[in-house]
């Protein structure tokens, strides 16, 4: 008799995924939602399976304390392109931004548009400062900060 789990044979256990998983090689890694979730070790792991982009989904996907930009996230910025979560993952939040505006078409088209055309937009004030493929998350946090004192300075 053999014992499966939730139906599955020979499926792997937690640990040894976990040990597996960041030597796989790929060229963009995408956390989604996950908070809190990889070490810098991990991410030295996936550098060197070919990693080239880390696009950050809803949380910050590092294991720092630091809430946006911790030493592990520092480092990855250091050392690969690593688009951060405000940008990765404005989608929904632009997507009722646009809703919200008067006169606007109510198409699908149209609401993918505009949020692909506000993430190119910051992609590339980002750019404009330095087109070097790392320190891309370091730019864009000082962009966005610059941008917040701007407009919220009192007149």
């Known amino acids: ?3 499966r789990v939730h139906g599955a044979k020979n499926m792997l256990s ?3 995924v976990n040990a597996r998983i960041w030597d796989v090689p790929a060229e963009i890694f995408i956390p989604a939602a996950a908070s809190r979730l990889v070490e810098q070790e991990q991410v030295a792991r996936m550098k060197a399976a070919g990693l080239e982009l880390i696009a950050c989904g809803a949380n910050v996907p590092f294991k720092d304390s630091e809430i946006f930009f911790g030493p592990t996230a520092a480092w990855a910025d250091q050392q690969m392109a690593v688009i ?3 940008m990765a993952n404005c989608g929904m939040a632009r997507a009722f931004a646009y809703l ?3 006169g606007v078409e109510l198409t699908d088209h149209a609401i993918f ?4 055309n506000t993430i190119r937009r910051s992609l590339e004030r980002v750019h404009e400062v330095s087109d070097a493929k790392t320190g891309l998350t370091a730019r864009a946090l000082e962009l966005a900060l610059a ?3 701007r407009e919220h ?3």
């Open 113 to 116: 548009e505009d949020t692909s």
């Open 147 to 149: 941008q917040l004192v």
């Open 84 to 86: 951060p979560d405000f």
């Open 1 to 3: 008799y053999q014992r």
């Open 14 to 16: 937690h640990e040894e």
């Open 100 to 102: 919200m505006g008067e």
């Open 153 to 155: 300075r009192p007149r």
